[in-house]
């Protein structure tokens, strides 16, 4: 659920998943529980940490906690205990719930992340830790200090300061999980504190679901509730007509074990609330045997269905549900059956859905870090360990359960249709379900046809923009976008962006301008939408389809070959170079993306630039369509891109920015968008040798200078890095207005930022808080959303560029700041021959100082909405 997630993500996330058989009673699979956790231990460095997706300098703390509640509900907590080691010993959990990790030592460590403090508390039970002296911190005190005790925020889970003179910078994005884990690790302990059972309860709907954010509400009510601006927290019936109301899967069943932990321990008044909880999951329970999570993850999926499966375990009385749902969770675990396969080596991981399992069949496994995550959370789901008993050290020595495991899965194909309705069940009694929306499933949406408009004309090439046709309904892909002009008022910023997206695709893929009378394919803009999605992590069947109208050959033919407006044969570079980055993602072909790199290698001349051929030849040498077509060129590992990127150095201004265009003559300061982009190439890898090139680095840290690569190149790295923190304001944005920053541009800079390895964390929240009640991004205050600034602001929203994104064919090479290289002083100073600016000389040195400021600035954010990512990790 990726979301897929601004910043660093909770781990509890899905994408789409469907269909598995129906089994007849509900048997904990262990074997396959401890299969997983084998895989998953596997992924942890020596230390036992996970690198954090989203970049940055810290591990992502939260995804390592959930592989530690996996392994020990397996009954297999030793595997571990380098997790345990990190957080406890060398008190690193610090680093997870407050702010200090990015700042050591300058009192950051009063700022207090409610939700990830409960968090910890839950890990340092589970591990048998003492709770309340775990990395040095009392966490069950920590954890009672962040429930508010009066006020707006009353009895909620709440991110604050402890010092004043930062209350500024902390906005309180405490969500719902965190609210439920602090119910749970304070029940282990015998101390239910009922204020925050109670603010859990208010986040309940009458039809037994449970929201994931707290929304606000305007009210003529008075009194300490009432937020200044005359708004209060809503419950969540209350927050229905404002669209703050969706429910949640996830939520709904970690809040089903946090009301089950509290009872435990002697909460009155809960029994209802636990039943209607049980009959909305039952009732809500698709055919496949999964459930979804939330608005932008409303499919089925391994992440929810695991944590809704070891809820309704521990509930009971659901056996035929969990039976249903445990089948599901092993439908899309690699098993010895997978011998042979792509998939021969990664035995117990646990695939998002059971289509991608069938699929990395023959790719292999990718997008490495959305696997840990589904396998974390479905690995519950097999073990059956609630919560409490989890927290409790209650958890199985390693045997199996009584009468064996659950019998073998029969895995269902991916080209069958899919039944919408439940088989019938003997061991209970119907459920009415609500009405349900059809969902088109993924492996449907894979193979559905190309729009028939494939090759239909292009607006004549640069004639001024046009009006982007809005469809009457958005496609039903992924069973995420609501119907056109509903505000998408729930979900991660990244997940209401890229609905928003994804409602200007007609047919399901591809964008439609209107010009002078007429109607055409905007191949341009559907590619530009296309990486947005990646970026985001969102809506990945939706690029999927885009991405297949655009490599069709009619499509081909039109975007980078002009047809119909070209007598003669004609190629154009930045569309083929786009063309070829697509085809490079996940489902691409080798033959395409072949046929499109000849093509492109044809248009380069000697001196490495790239000349476009044809009546309609594009003639500008912009940095941003050579950076492009050398992203191209990188990515086609035996294409030979120095001399392309050799032409970009010569670009580089005194300041380390870069020049809108190729043809600027030793300029002193250059163009803030050409520099992020720059960085891109400045910094991109072939994704099939990424990682053999930093094994190959003798830098002592392991994050020097790849081999190979001129002290120049890792120099004016640096240097772009640095202009672009340098220009950034303190909420990681770009100024615009004197009122306003500017959106796209904030988003473009924090991209190029994010591709050197810097934390851009400050630039996803701020930028996340701006977007427009449909989802989507407008130029201006109080402007409509309009689809070009929405493309351009969502590797903001994300946190991240294309390039950072699962299966992308260009990734980056190193993370700044750089380890100092060895014996290379005299050397830098030398290259001053080579047109290199004094600036270049002294970059590497000033580098940490610049950096530091730079996390500093990051730190400095406030942001006015109480919505955040589905996240209690960072």
């Not at 708004?231 to 069943?253: H, L, R, V």
């Not at 919560?387 to 020595?397: E, I, N, T, Y």
């Not at 991916?414 to 459920?431: I, K």
């Not at 427009?772 to 309009?786: I, V």
Request: aromatic share 6%; hydrophobic share 40%.
């Amino acid at each position: 659920m990726r979301s897929r997630s601004v910043a660093a993500l909770f781990s509890i996330v899905g994408i789409v998943l469907a269909g598995a058989p129906v089994l007849a009673s509900a048997v904990p699979d262990r074997p396959a529980a401890r299969s997983a956790v084998h895989w998953l231990t596997s992924k942890l460095s020596a230390d036992g940490t996970l690198e954090n997706p989203l970049g940055g300098a810290l591990p992502d703390h939260g995804l390592m906690i959930d592989i530690l509640f996996a392994a020990y509900a397996s009954g297999q907590g030793e595997l571990a205990e380098p997790v345990v080691r990190f957080l406890d010993d060398g008190r690193h959990a610090s680093d997870f719930f407050t702010w200090d990790g990015l700042l050591p030592g300058q009192g950051y460590d009063a700022i207090i992340r409610g939700g990830q403090a409960a968090k910890a508390l839950v890990a340092a039970e589970v591990a048998g830790r003492d709770p309340r002296h775990f990395g040095g911190y009392d966490m069950v005190a920590e954890t009672k200090a962040a429930i508010m005790r009066s006020g707006p925020h009353k009895g909620r889970v709440s991110d604050y300061s402890k010092n004043p003179d930062f209350a500024d910078f902390v906005s309180n994005e405490a969500n719902m999980f965190g609210q439920a884990l602090a119910v749970i690790g304070l029940a282990a302990v015998g101390e239910n504190d009922q204020l925050a059972i109670d603010k859990m309860l208010t986040q309940q709907c009458s039809e037994g679901y449970f929201r994931i954010f707290f929304g606000v509400v305007p009210t003529t009510e008075v009194g300490d509730h009432v937020l200044p601006n005359g708004f209060k927290i809503s419950s969540c019936d209350e927050g229905k007509s404002f669209d703050q109301s969706a429910p949640d899967g996830d939520t709904t069943g970690l809040a089903l074990s946090a009301m089950l932990a509290a009872r435990a321990a002697g909460a009155a008044g809960l029994d209802r609330p636990i039943d209607t909880t049980i009959a909305w999951l039952k009732a809500n329970q698709t055919a496949s045997g999964g459930w979804g999570g939330g608005v932008t993850t409303g499919a089925p999926n391994t992440n929810s269905t695991g944590l809704i499966v070891q809820a309704l375990a521990e509930a009971g009385g659901s056996d035929a549900e969990v039976a249903r749902g445990v089948a599901y969770l092993t439908s899309a675990q690699v098993t010895a059956a997978d011998a042979g396969t792509a998939l021969a080596t990664d035995i117990g991981a646990i695939a998002y859905t059971p289509e991608q399992h069938e699929s990395a069949r023959t790719t292999g496994v990718s997008g490495l870090d959305t696997w840990i995550r589904a396998g974390a959370q479905a690995s519950l789901g097999l073990s059956q360990v609630g919560f409490l008993d989890l927290a409790k050290g209650k958890v199985p020595g390693g045997e199996d359960p009584p009468g064996g495991t659950t019998p073998p899965v029969v895995r269902p194909t991916t080209t069958a249709p899919l039944t919408t309705t439940a088989p019938p069940t003997t061991t209970a009694p119907p459920v009415t379900a609500p009405p349900a929306r059809v969902v088109e499933p993924a492996a449907v949406a894979r193979k559905r046809p190309v729009s028939a408009k494939a090759g239909a004309r292009a607006p004549r090439p640069r004639t001024p923009v046009g009006t982007v046709v809005v469809p009457p309904a958005p496609q039903p892909v992924q069973g995420t976008v609501p119907p056109q002009g509903t505000a998408v008022g729930q979900g991660t910023p990244a997940g209401r962006l890229a609905a928003f997206l994804v409602s200007r695709l007609v047919d399901g893929d591809h964008v439609e301008v209107t010009q002078d009378g007429g109607t055409f394919v905007d191949y341009d803009a559907t590619a530009d939408l296309v990486f947005a999605l990646r970026a985001l992590g969102e809506q990945p069947e939706a690029a999927d389809n885009a991405t297949r109208f655009l490599l069709d050959p009619a499509s081909i033919s039109a975007y980078a070959h002009g047809a119909p407006y070209e007598p003669g044969a004609a190629a154009y570079a930045e569309p083929l170079a786009k063309l070829r980055l697509l085809a490079g993602f996940d489902g691409g072909s080798s033959e395409i993306e072949h046929t499109l790199a000849t093509d492109l290698a044809v248009l380069r001349t000697g001196e490495g630039e790239f000349v476009d051929t044809g009546e309609q030849a594009d003639t500008s040498r912009s940095v941003r369509r050579h950076v492009w077509a050398t992203l191209a060129t990188i990515a086609t590992p035996t294409a030979d891109s120095s001399p392309a990127l050799e032409t970009l150095l010569r670009q580089q201004c005194a300041d380390g920015t870069f020049p809108v265009d190729l043809r600027a003559d030793r300029c002193s300061s250059g163009d803030l968008a050409a520099t992020a982009t720059a960085v891109l190439a400045l910094n991109g890898s072939p994704r099939s040798t990424a990682d053999a090139d930093q094994t190959t680095t003798t830098a002592p840290t392991g994050n020097g200078v790849p081999a190979g690569w001129q002290t120049r190149r890792s120099s004016a790295l640096v240097a772009a890095a640095t202009a672009l923190t340098n220009k950034s304001t303190s909420d990681g944005l770009i100024p615009g207005s004197p009122d306003t920053p500017d959106v796209a541009l904030s988003a473009i800079v924090a991209s190029g930022r994010q591709a050197a390895g810097l934390d851009v964390s400050a630039t996803a929240r701020a930028l996340g808080a701006l977007l427009s009640p449909d989802g989507g991004a407008a130029k201006a205050t109080g402007s409509e959303s309009d689809l070009a600034t929405s493309v351009a602001a969502a590797p903001g929203v994300a946190g991240r560029s294309w390039v950072a994104a699962a299966d992308s064919p260009v990734t980056p090479a190193l993370r700044l700041p750089l380890a100092p290289p060895v014996d290379h002083a005299a050397a830098a100073v030398s290259q001053t021959a080579e047109r290199m600016p004094v600036w270049q000389a002294v970059g590497l040195l000033g580098v940490g100082f610049v950096l530091a400021l730079a996390a500093s600035w990051g730190l400095r954010h406030r942001t006015h909405r109480t919505t955040t990512r589905k996240a209690v990790s960072a």
